[in-house]
């Protein structure tokens, strides 16, 4: 089993910068791919990046590739996004997800998931 919790969201204008932070419980953290999806309202969640266990391989999604960075602290069991150039597009509730195989962008390829931390960009 495996508990996430993310932190970090909040308000920021356009062209900012927020940075999500997402901690896991347990003591295999370093097995589990992780993942960053979003959820704006009114439409589906959808993948935005994801990290291999070991942290060599990241994925993102085009519209964030360049700006958004996927990393991890496996000695603190945590996940991180670091987001640059923040368009008022990118507001939604951000979540991450465990899961045991990198790279995957379905929702249903993850097991774990966080409650979720809200980001909005304004313009």
């Known amino acids: 089993q495996v508990q996430l919790v993310e932190s970090g969201g909040g308000l920021v204008q356009a062209g900012g910068s927020l940075r999500l932070s997402c901690a896991a419980s347990?003591?295999?953290?370093?097995?589990?791919?992780m993942a960053w999806f979003r959820q704006a309202r009114g439409l589906d969640r959808e993948f935005v990046a994801a990290?291999?266990?070991?942290?060599?391989?990241?994925s993102y999604r085009n519209s964030v590739k360049g700006r958004f960075t996927i990393s991890r602290d496996n000695a603190k069991n945590t996940v991180y996004l670091q987001m640059n150039s923040l368009k008022p597009e990118d507001t939604a509730v951000y979540y991450c997800?465990?899961?045991?195989?990198?790279?995957?962008?379905?929702?249903?390829?993850?097991?774990?998931w966080g409650q979720g931390t809200q980001v909005t960009v304004s313009s």
């Open positions: 990290i291999s266990g070991s942290g060599g391989g990241t």
């Open positions: 997800a465990a899961g045991r195989v990198y790279g995957r962008i379905v929702i249903g390829e993850y097991d774990y």
């Open positions: 347990g003591r295999t953290f370093s097995v589990y791919a």
